[in-house]
């Protein structure tokens, strides 16, 4: 079974907003909608490093992590897919980054609750890494449309913006999360920018 039949057959039949798959924890501290603050327990994610375009890096990242997932790995053991697929900047890029300036970009899974980083099976690819993400506090923006740099630019502004005006400061990249596949229609999918919020 490819790896694009896979998740077409993962997504069928869940609607546009794919609420049956496991997505993370959180508690929301304070809501001003479109905007969060959210409380994060700690995460276990799976990571590859991509070159190119936002595009290009979000499409070719999400193939090599889908094949892990998939049972491409040491034990052939399949995971469930989870929502959102993150991707950042890579490196130390800084806070303000542009879509435009970036060439290097991780995208990431965030591997089932159920899982732990001793538990998880080994890789056969030596691009994936796993990290195991301390409990943090996010600050967010959710939006619906097509994932253009321009909508993403857009909302980044937008949630910068936001945390001026409430002398919130960003500790992290932004981070792009994507909750659904790319066959959904724009008024269903559920995006969001995040970024980590200093202590």
Same mark, same amino acid.
Request: hydrophobic residues 45%; glycine residues 6%.
């Given at each position: 079974?490819?790896? =694009?039949?896979?998740?077409?057959?993962?997504?069928?039949? /869940?609607?546009? !907003?794919?609420?049956?798959?496991? @997505?993370?924890?959180?508690?929301?501290?304070?809501?001003?909608?479109?905007?969060?603050? !959210?409380?994060?327990?700690?995460?276990?994610?799976?990571?590859?490093?991509?070159?190119?375009? !936002?595009?290009?890096?979000?499409?070719?990242?999400?193939?090599?992590?889908?094949?892990?997932?998939?049972?491409?790995?040491? @034990?052939?053991?399949? #995971?469930?897919?989870? +929502?959102?697929? /993150?991707?950042?900047?890579?490196?130390?890029?800084?806070?303000?980054?542009?879509?435009?300036? %970036?060439?290097?970009?991780?995208?990431?899974? #965030?591997?089932?609750?159920?899982?732990?980083?001793?538990?998880?099976? +080994?890789?056969?690819?030596?691009?994936?890494?796993?990290?195991?993400?301390? +409990?943090?506090?996010? +600050? %967010?923006?959710?939006?619906?449309?097509? $994932?253009?740099?321009?909508?993403?630019?857009?909302?980044?502004?937008?949630?910068?913006?936001? /945390?001026?005006?409430?002398? /919130?400061?960003?500790?992290?990249?932004? #981070?792009?999360?994507?909750?659904?596949?790319? $066959? @959904?229609? $724009?008024?269903? =999918?559920?995006?969001?920018?995040?970024?980590?919020?200093?202590?």
């Amino acid at each position: 079974m490819s790896v =694009r039949f896979a998740v077409m057959v993962l997504f069928l039949g /869940l609607g546009g !907003r794919c609420m049956a798959i496991e @997505t993370p924890a959180y508690h929301v501290e304070f809501e001003a909608k479109p905007f969060q603050i !959210r409380d994060y327990p700690p995460l276990l994610t799976a990571t590859v490093h991509v070159s190119g375009t !936002r595009d290009e890096a979000v499409s070719s990242g999400f193939r090599l992590l889908a094949h892990y997932i998939f049972g491409g790995n040491q @034990t052939k053991t399949k #995971i469930a897919m989870t +929502a959102p697929v /993150l991707q950042t900047p890579a490196g130390k890029p800084a806070v303000t980054a542009t879509v435009a300036s %970036v060439t290097g970009w991780d995208v990431s899974f #965030i591997m089932p609750s159920s899982y732990t980083k001793a538990s998880l099976p +080994a890789t056969s690819d030596a691009a994936i890494h796993f990290s195991e993400v301390p +409990a943090h506090r996010m +600050a %967010v923006i959710a939006f619906s449309g097509l $994932w253009t740099d321009a909508n993403l630019q857009e909302h980044q502004q937008q949630l910068l913006d936001f /945390l001026a005006e409430r002398h /919130l400061t960003p500790d992290s990249a932004p #981070i792009y999360a994507f909750y659904n596949p790319p $066959w @959904t229609p $724009w008024f269903w =999918r559920t995006n969001e920018v995040q970024y980590r919020l200093a202590n």
